[in-house]
């Protein structure tokens, strides 16, 4: 029993003052024989009950002030000593509650807790001492298996997510292993997800994974293991996990071993180290009730714990990337189905009577019997039925909106429209009024009765049989071609001019056929647009036929033109047998 006072007496006496312990004249001699190299740094350091570090500083100190000639006067100053104000009761509190429960909270974690719930910083090494004189210190730690060291690292966020699930006995009070799947942006060590699920089955990855896209957004690439829920033996199939990531363009990178997966397996550790201390001092024996408390401290390390390798924190390796630019993180689209590729899907048949099996109902479906449905099993639990399975090409984007305002002004007359341009064109024409109030012109232009007007009459006119055939060709094109030769090193101007080009050649056939023939002969824009100064060969027709009268030469001008016209024609034809196009 006076061994141990002495041993923590002892201790308590290395925190006071060095001159509470040493006279000034002793201190002096230390280092005087420090510096004649009589003595050790060890043994200097031994005498004076200093670490190595204060020794050296003390002998810059000494050799500095010798060096002025005022080394006989010299008085070391002070090195801090305990003047520490002392720590709030809420702040002990929370350290009895957390060192006391079993299994007890690790010191690390329990500065985290004083940090996040009271804003109070401390470090680990002094909760040890708070816990070593208050009788709350833990045994001596069982030596742990040490996890993966890191491999690799990549330098953009979002360009690969280490993604595991961890079952263990969270919960002290309960004897079932939970997984907790766990998800860290490999760059900047972000957790992007830890959620605890009550067993590893795919609805749970289909809940686990959308709500961590819809917070920080898509990755290029998710790391995974060889579970069945990744992977499928067949080269050229997908799981349905795997098609859902295709779906949004998330590709699936496969551990080749364990190792593999180091920084994620040591982020199972600290979790493991953390929770179930952390569930036996709330009380928490139930993962709903878990689970907020796991994104609670989930957001708090990224934001606050400073971690070893990067030596800042998280959220500040993920903001700094993002204000380098060095982020491929994707925003999470506009989709309608959204819901139904994150869901377990299943082919049904309707049945006579025309319903189909829901749980233990039967539910009328507006469907012919014997026809397929597919029946969608969600995360939270309902059901949807769907007529056809989601197809990406169906998405309802931009481009549709793009592709409505492109056929929509064709619903209207020809002739209308071209009046309208008229009235926009015309000096007093809305063009020219804006052009004026954003004083980028002081006088209206002459826009009408121009080549201008002609050419943008017959763009107008013409545009939706040119962009028509054009997006079919690239609607029905294999999108993973490009990819492929992205990643065989292709750059995106070369996958353009070996790939996109050819595969839509035909549209483009078609559409600059379509275009060319009626634009040849087009009468009613020159006229209105171009005025009496246009000479394009459909107005020309018209004048030589009513005005002048003229009718050998105006047969023997449209026979012409009808030669013209064979010539494209009869290209196209032949480019049509080329590329094998329908």
Not at 116 to 142: E, K, N
Not at 445 to 474: C, H, K, N, W
Not at 478 to 502: E, M, N, Y
Request: aromatic residues 12%; proline residues 7%; charged residues 20%.
């Amino acid at each position: 029993m006076g061994a141990g006072r002495a041993g923590i007496t002892s201790a308590y006496e290395k925190k006071q003052q060095l001159l509470h312990r040493h006279a000034p004249s002793f201190i002096r001699h230390v280092l005087d024989i420090f510096r004649q190299r009589t003595l050790t740094a060890l043994q200097a350091a031994e005498q004076l009950g200093l670490s190595r570090s204060r020794l050296y500083v003390l002998a810059t100190e000494y050799l500095r002030v010798r060096a002025q000639k005022q080394g006989a006067h010299w008085t070391p100053g002070g090195s801090g000593g305990d003047h520490a104000a002392p720590w709030p009761q809420p702040v002990l509190d929370l350290l009895t509650k957390r060192l006391s429960c079993v299994p007890p909270c690790p010191y690390s974690f329990a500065a985290s807790e004083v940090l996040r719930l009271h804003g109070f910083t401390l470090d680990r090494a002094q909760v040890r001492r708070w816990a070593i004189a208050h009788q709350l210190a833990h045994a001596v730690p069982v030596p742990r298996v040490m996890a993966p060291v890191r491999r690799w690292q990549r330098t953009r966020i979002g360009e690969l997510w280490q993604l595991d699930a961890s079952p263990h006995r969270w919960f002290p009070t309960s004897t079932i292993l939970f997984p907790l799947f766990n998800m860290l942006d490999d760059c900047s060590r972000l957790f992007t997800g830890s959620t605890l699920y009550a067993r590893e089955l795919l609805l749970a990855y289909f809940d686990f994974l959308p709500a961590a896209f819809c917070t920080h957004g898509r990755p290029l690439q998710l790391y995974v293991d060889y579970h069945s829920i990744f992977f499928t033996h067949d080269p050229e199939a997908l799981t349905q996990l795997g098609w859902a990531l295709k779906f949004y363009d998330i590709s699936l990178r496969y551990a080749p071993t364990p190792q593999a997966k180091g920084k994620v397996e040591r982020e199972h550790q600290y979790w493991q180290g953390r929770l179930p201390a952390y569930f036996a001092s709330e009380a928490i024996t139930d993962i709903a009730v878990a689970n907020p408390h796991i994104d609670a401290l989930r957001a708090h390390r990224n934001a606050h714990e400073i971690h070893r390798e990067l030596r800042q924190t998280p959220q500040r390796a993920w903001d700094q990337a993002r204000k380098e630019n060095r982020s491929v993180i994707r925003p999470v689209p506009r989709c309608a189905w959204w819901d139904y590729v994150w869901s377990v899907r299943t082919t049904i048949k309707i049945g006579p009577d025309g319903r189909v099996p829901i749980g233990t109902q039967r539910l009328r479906i507006e469907q012919p019997p014997g026809s397929k449905v597919v029946l969608c099993l969600h995360p939270t639990g309902h059901h949807s039925v769907l007529a056809a399975p989601p197809d990406a090409r169906a998405k309802p984007t931009l481009r549709s909106l793009l592709l409505a305002l492109v056929i929509l002004p064709s619903w209207t007359s020809f002739l209308l429209r071209v009046y309208a341009w008229m009235g926009i064109l015309q000096e007093t024409g809305y063009l020219n009024q804006l052009l004026m109030k954003l004083h980028i012109i002081s006088a209206p232009i002459q826009f009408l009765y121009t080549d201008f007007a002609i050419y943008l009459g017959i763009i107008y006119g013409y545009l939706p049989f040119m962009v028509l055939p054009i997006f079919v060709s690239i609607a029905k094109m294999d999108w993973l071609l490009l990819k492929a030769a992205s990643d065989l090193g292709a750059r995106p101007w070369t996958a353009f001019w070996r790939i996109t080009l050819p595969l839509t050649l035909p549209g483009i056939l078609t559409g600059s056929l379509l275009v060319f023939i009626p634009a040849v002969g087009e009468f009613v824009i020159p006229d209105l647009l171009g005025g009496s100064g246009s000479n394009m060969i459909g107005r020309v027709l018209w004048q030589e036929f009513f005005n002048n009268r003229d009718w050998p030469l105006s047969a023997a001008l449209a026979t012409l033109m009808l030669l013209l016209l064979l010539l494209p024609i009869y290209i196209f034809t032949r480019a049509e047998k080329n590329t094998g196009a329908v």
